[in-house]
Nanobody
């Protein structure tokens, strides 16, 4: 059973930064999704199994950076210049295939989620 453990969420003022972490029980292509109240879960960023390829949603490109440490089987999401509209529960996800993927249907395992709240 694959386990994903997220950490790093919290409350921050607009313009601030947070870093999310997700520790996996193996090496996978991974991604981050988020879900705001009353909205559908949406793609944020993805990284390939080797960490050589990344993909971002247009809304976060240039502000968020996804990375992974394969020695620790951990992925990170560095979030800078945060906006109130970034407020959501952020989910870590992993997939068995090696490439990046944008659709949540391509992910096989999900974390429990961590709350990120950006105040204006």
């Amino acid at each position: 059973q694959v386990q994903l453990a997220e950490s790093g969420g919290g409350l921050v003022q607009a313009g601030g930064s947070l870093r999310l972490s997700c520790a996996a029980s193996g090496r996978y292509a991974m991604g981050w999704f988020r879900q705001a109240p009353g909205k559908e879960r949406e793609f944020v960023a993805a990284i390939s199994q080797k960490g050589s390829s990344t993909l971002y949603a247009h809304s976060v490109k240039g502000r968020f950076t996804i990375s992974k440490d394969n020695a620790k089987n951990t992925e990170y999401l560095q979030m800078n210049s945060l906006k109130p509209e970034d407020t959501a529960v952020y989910y870590c996800a992993a997939r068995r295939g090696p490439a990046t993927a944008q659709s949540n249907e391509n992910y096989d395992y999900w974390g429990q989620g961590t709350q990120v709240t950006v105040s204006s």
